[in-house]
């Protein structure tokens, strides 16, 4: 009989370095496979992912202003437009 044991944390990309670790020594364990787990932590790819397979997911856009790079605010201007959103309130 093959012991399995659940992975728990409160910070879960800390669990994929254990998952990765598990995985290679082919030591069984209980939870989400590492890759699907990275899709699934990661929000933009988890929903063009359930998209894909033909889920209704919610309208999103990735707002990247790492390294000091400006916001583009015309593009969420017009996303907030396209989405039936108004872009001063949100609503």
């Not at 082919?26 to 496979?33: D, I, K, N, S």
């Not at 890759?35 to 988890?46: G, I, P, R, T, Y």
């Not at 209704?56 to 017009?78: I, N």
Request: contains cysteine.
């Amino acid at each position: 009989m093959t012991h399995k044991t659940p992975l728990t944390s409160n910070q879960p990309l800390s669990d994929l370095c254990v998952q990765r670790l598990l995985e290679a020594a082919q030591v069984p364990f209980v939870g989400t496979a590492a890759a699907e787990a990275a899709v699934a932590f990661d929000k933009v790819s988890a929903a063009e992912a359930l998209a894909a397979k033909g889920f209704h997911t919610l309208p999103s856009l990735l707002v990247d202003a790492a390294d000091g790079q400006e916001v583009d605010r015309a593009r969420v201007h017009d996303w907030f437009v396209a989405n039936g959103l108004d872009p001063e309130t949100g609503a």
